[in-house]
């Protein structure tokens, strides 16, 4: 594996939050812009030892003052580059005394600088790939912001890194993140810039497709030129010459090979292991064995010197076979038991808890997933039915709407036409039924009902607003109890239900007239009623609708007649 990142943000060391540390002047904040351009400097060319050198004096500097920003940012500086050094012992040893300072209030780019660190010491210490894993996207949720950029790449690039040494794919939305963000975004290092590169061709070897994993370690060789990123290059020659190990051109894997031992100096343990591993298997398979085990060897030495152990596993297990081919039992059998050693204690172990932490990652996505897709569906259905129930509510409300208006209008059409032939019957009320049995008040009432029905059709008299059956009574020279009496017997009816159907009567004629359209206040006024509401009230009881209504209807069943 290849360290990929590093965040010597500017930010980081150059500017504290508010109430994390005492108000800087100006020269002290240009000599810590100048330390921390000094540090990314050292660090982009591979000089680590001279980062240890410029960052060691101000970290002791930086205690005295009790400047915990600067101790924690100039401690993190000498942990990653004693990372790359391999001095696994330094690096612990920063990292404790960095540790109870990390509830101190500070910047996103300290944060994400020591996940990095503690990540990447987790995985090269102890191959402790899901701690790393955890770290690493720890450090991502402090680098959400556009200042963060390079971190995030760096953290992304990381992550891919450790799904590529399992020789797995599924790193491959991180490496495309990382490449989408180097090429999209503004201020991106080319040490970013090259690392996104690089985790792209990784992922692409891992699918097999050479072609598009030799175009972006093209690109990853350029910024590492441009940038004067050292380090990088012994894995960008070396995954060269593993493409061209698979096209089976041997030249060109040679030389490849010979350019990353080049700058093999500049790199990590963990790059300098690989790069001897993969270079011993391509001797190896030339049939050059002394050769192949001197490169097996050394990567050991790396191993065995810095306490790495990327790669470890491989190493061992090729010197075992490699020895006994060549004779060398003792060396086969010692090779053999720091493999098994390693392999149950270490290696298979840390490779199986990495496998079910993916496991579980990747379960808990799926569950999430699927939880978020149900609920998804269930709010789907849910305004699905409320859409049909809306709908099917409005349809059948529009359809008893409908329904209503047409047995309504049907309705009173009916009653229309009813009345009609009942106005047209009242025409027949002077010759009603006299014939009042034996009565001996018969003939008196007879005469006298003639008497009211002549006063009534005749002369109208019920256009009178103040006709009662006193005034009746004087009219005809009678008095009030045979005048009720006479209209009970021969209209069938009260008197006052008498006035009205004389005075309804005429105002249904008056409606059905096509050349009138007087208004019902005036048509009220005329036959008799004091007031408009008195005359809808009698109107609506006498014909069973509104006098509106009345003049709709009996227009239109005159109309079709």
Known sequence: MVLLLLLCSLAACSHAKPGTTDEVDAATKLARETLARTLQRYSFAGQHDSVILVARPAYGDAARRHDTLMMVYTGLNMAQSYLFMGDMDSVRRYVDLIEPLKDFPLSSGLHIMRSNVLGSYLLRSSLDYSKALNNYIEGLEWADGRENTSDRIALLSNIVNIFYVQNSDKGYEYAREAYSLATTQEGVSLYAKCAACIVMAQMYYVKHDYDAAERYLTQADHYAQQGGAHSQMPFIYAMFAWISQSRGDG???????????????????????????????????????????????????????????????????????????????????????????????????????????????????????????????????????????????????????????????????????????????????????????????????????????????????????????????????????????????????????????????????????????????????????????????????????????????????????
Do not use: W
């Open 251 to 561: 030249a060109d894997a040679s030389k490849f090979y010979d350019r990353a031992l080049d700058f093999i100096r500049y790199t990590d343990p963990g790059t300098a292991s690989q790069v001897y591993l993969t270079y011993g298997d391509y001797l190896l398979g030339r049939g050059e064995r002394t050769a192949a085990a001197g490169m097996y060897r050394r990567g050991l030495e790396i191993s065995d010197s810095t306490g790495n152990m990327e790669y470890r596993k491989s190493l061992l297990g090729q010197m075992a076979d490699l020895s006994y081919e060549m004779g060398n039992y003792m060396d086969a059998a010692r090779y053999s038991r720091m493999y098994k050693t390693y392999s149950d204690t270490t290696s298979n172990l840390r490779e199986r808890e990495f496998r079910e932490l993916i496991e579980q990652r990747e379960a808990s996505e799926v569950e999430r997933m699927m939880l978020a897709r149900e609920l998804e569906q269930r709010k789907n259905r849910q305004r699905l039915l409320l859409l049909l129930s809306l709908s099917i509510g409005v349809t059948g409300f529009s359809f008893l709407l409908g329904l209503l208006y047409y047995r309504q209008r049907k309705m009173y059409g009916k009653l229309v036409k009813k009345h009609q032939e009942y106005l047209s019957l009242l025409e027949l009320k002077s010759n009603c039924n006299t014939s009042a049995g034996g009565d001996e008040h018969s003939d008196t009432d007879r005469e006298l009902f003639g008497k009211i029905e002549h006063l009534m059709r005749v002369d109208r008299i019920y256009r009178m607003k103040n006709l009662t059956l006193e005034v009746l009574a004087d009219m005809t020279e009678s008095n009030r109890t045979y005048c009720s009496r006479a209209i009970n017997t021969f209209a069938g009816m009260s008197f006052n239900r008498y006035l009205d159907t004389f005075r309804i009567a005429e105002a249904t004629r008056l409606i059905a007239d096509r050349g009138s359209d007087m208004l019902f206040k005036q048509l009220a006024d005329d036959i008799g009623y004091n007031s408009v509401t008195v005359f809808s009230k009698a109107f609506q009881r006498e014909t069973g609708c509104t006098p509106s209504i009345y003049r709709k209807e009996v227009r239109g069943y005159k109309s079709d007649k």
